[in-house]
């Protein structure tokens, strides 16, 4: 069943006639579209793909069984283009993502879309969760693309050297190993600021004795990679040899349980093991996991208050950290795909401390 399918599907069983599509990575999953500007309105026999004129030609030669309709016309608006279209399909409800709809645009789709307006949440992110032998393979060369940037960027990491040159230097390495020239933000941080969950890499210099952490991915086909490793500029002292194993073995004790069926929650409790009663207990972060696809933090999440069970085919990340404010902290991150009766991890990077 190929992803409209899919959608067709859902809004039978939910009585729509149509579902208006506004999240780009949605709108990607559906249509396949790789630009910007798009919306898409599905019907049981009609699909709509909504832009401007500076993507129309982009639309039409992705999108070949969608009717192109151009919104950008003086004075008119997207909720012009929805109206139009559920006026000309005599169309009396439509579904659209709640989540992801601003308040102005919703009441605008209401002013102009003569049909009922039915909220829906998560509804494609649902069949997103579950990958494709298609998806796999784009989101196992973006690992692997992500893992060979690790390898060269390593190199470049010495005294002096700032975090924005080496984050830069890092998102270079990765487009030259073949990945999408539409990087997303990562993560570059070092010393005391790796404490910071989600830091900016910044002007700071890196310095003798500095924890390196690297956060960072890239896309291959619009399918994302997402990685972390903590590396030490020069000999690690004991406190940061013990923070680290611990972490490492964090990550372990929570891959040794990943199978379907396994819970959020169930992987949270298992990467807590080695730090149970120790001091570093209160150092640990909730949210340890999350799926991978067309968008870096997508269904299922995993974590302390988790609801998520484990299927064969989802992607996620397995992410739990150490952060000591003021000190600094260890963050190792893999990627993996669930399968039959286990896990297969698609990151190749190793896991073992580094010393640089």
């Given amino acids: 069943m190929n992803n409209v399918q899919k959608l067709l599907t859902y809004m039978e069983k939910e009585n729509l006639e149509a579902f208006y599509i506004s999240s780009p990575a949605n709108v990607r999953y559906i249509s396949g579209y790789t630009g910007d500007d798009s919306y898409l309105v599905i019907t049981k026999n009609k699909k709509y793909f909504i832009t401007d004129p500076r993507y129309t030609e982009q639309a039409a030669e992705e999108c070949p069984d969608y009717q192109i309709y151009n919104w950008r016309t003086p004075g008119k608006t997207i909720g012009d283009a929805l109206g139009n279209i559920i006026s000309t399909e005599h169309i009396k409800n439509v579904g659209f993502e709640s ?87 990562g993560i570059l941080i070092s010393g005391a600021r790796t404490s910071l969950l989600h830091g900016i890499p910044s002007s700071k210099a890196l310095e003798y004795g500095d924890f390196v952490l690297m956060d960072y991915g890239c896309q291959y086909k619009g399918y994302l990679s997402d990685m972390t490793r903590t590396v030490v500029l020069g000999k690690a002292t004991a406190k940061q040899r013990e923070v680290y194993g611990l972490e490492q073995q964090m990550v372990e004790d929570f891959e040794a349980i990943l199978r379907p069926g396994t819970t959020g929650k169930e992987t949270y409790e298992a990467s807590l093991k080695a730090i149970r009663g120790t001091e570093y207990e209160q150092y640990n972060y909730g949210g340890i996991g999350h799926g991978v696809g067309v968008f870096v933090h997508e269904i299922p999440f995993l974590g302390s208050n988790s609801t998520a069970v484990l299927e064969k085919g989802n992607v996620v990340t397995v992410e739990p950290g150490l952060y000591i404010p003021g000190w600094g902290g260890v963050r190792i991150e893999d990627q993996v795909l669930i399968t039959e009766d286990g896990y297969e991890n698609l990151i190749s990077a190793t896991k073992e401390l580094i010393e640089l």
Avoid: N, W
Wanted: aromatic fraction near 6%; glycine fraction near 4%.
């Fill in 99 to 185: 989540d992801k709809v601003t308040y102005q645009d919703y009441k605008e789709m209401e002013d102009k879309a003569k049909a009922e307006l039915v909220p829906t949440v998560d509804v494609i992110e649902t069949f997103r969760a579950i990958k494709s032998e298609e998806e796999i393979a784009c989101l196992r060369i973006s690992c692997d693309i992500a893992s060979r940037a690790f390898e060269k960027i390593i190199k470049d990491i010495r005294v002096g050297v700032t975090e924005k040159e080496l984050a830069s230097k890092l998102s270079h390495y990765m487009v030259m190993e073949g990945a999408d020239t539409k990087p997303y933000g």
